[in-house]
């Protein structure tokens, strides 16, 4: 069974521009959530989709959105890009809502210029 | 608030034993987690245990839980250099399955 993908693996973009992460998660799966690293704040957590339906959100502002498909497929936006929002951007799976395992994909490196 | 706390760097020997200390201060802890991420890789779920379990071992791998000191470690017996990775502890707490990260410690195995 095929892993956790995101697209793209590396990103470059500039101050003020916008961005668009991709996620498709294990077959069966239907929770995703995804999570920001950085070097100063560790792992946070920016929401959960389930559903097509965001049911938890982390303490993001709203620069940072999502969505999700019907597939379980999931998207990720962040608007008017800051140079603090260069980070590795970890999208994970689990099979339900609330799964205590959750399998993380390789992540997107997004670097803001 | 919620607070979990790792030590930055362990260096091993090959062969030698790891353990990965972890605090944390929230007593209503349900689940308690331990990820491996190598670099360029996202987390890999090693092993994770219920609040109310005290050790959980899975082949080289031993999960000890001190509820009072709210204290976990994770031993890791003959250490090999494919062991070198960043490993993070991950607890849930409350009535929230969405877990919060320490910083990570990042384990060298050195020959």
């Known amino acids: 069974k095929a892993g956790v993908t995101q697209t793209p693996r590396y990103l470059i973009k500039t101050r003020g521009q916008q961005v668009t992460l991709s996620c498709s998660p294990i077959?069966?799966?239907?929770?995703v959530s995804w999570y920001q690293q950085t070097p100063g704040q560790g792992l946070q957590f920016l929401f959960e989709?389930?559903?097509?339906?965001?049911?938890n959100k982390g303490n993001f502002p709203g620069r940072f959105s999502g969505r999700q498909f019907s597939n379980s497929r999931s998207e990720m936006n962040v608007s008017t890009l800051e140079l603090g929002d260069s980070a590795l951007y970890l999208c994970?799976?689990?099979?339900?809502?609330?799964?205590?395992?959750?399998?993380f994909g390789p992540g997107t490196r997004l670097t803001v210029l | 608030g919620e607070d979990v706390e790792q030590s930055l760097f362990l260096s091993v020997r090959e062969g030698d034993s790891s353990v990965i200390n972890c605090t944390y201060t929230?007593?209503?802890?349900?689940?308690l987690y331990w990820y491996k991420q190598e670099p360029g890789a996202g987390l890999q779920l090693l092993t994770y245990?219920?609040?109310?379990?005290d050790m959980k071992q899975d082949q080289r791998l031993t999960v000890l839980l001190n509820k009072k000191d709210k204290h976990l470690s994770l031993r890791i017996a003959d250490t090999q250099t494919g062991d070198s990775a960043i490993y993070f502890c991950?607890?849930?707490?409350?009535?929230?399955?969405?877990?919060?990260f320490g910083r990570g410690t990042s384990l060298i195995v050195h020959p």
């Open positions: 077959s069966g799966h239907r929770s």
């Open positions: 994970a799976s689990s099979l339900a809502l609330g799964g205590n395992e959750q399998f």
């Open positions: 991950a607890e849930t707490f409350g009535g929230s399955y969405i877990p919060t």
């Open positions: 929230d007593s209503s802890s349900t689940y």
């Open positions: 245990i219920f609040s109310n379990m």
């Open positions: 989709y389930f559903s097509e339906t965001q049911r």
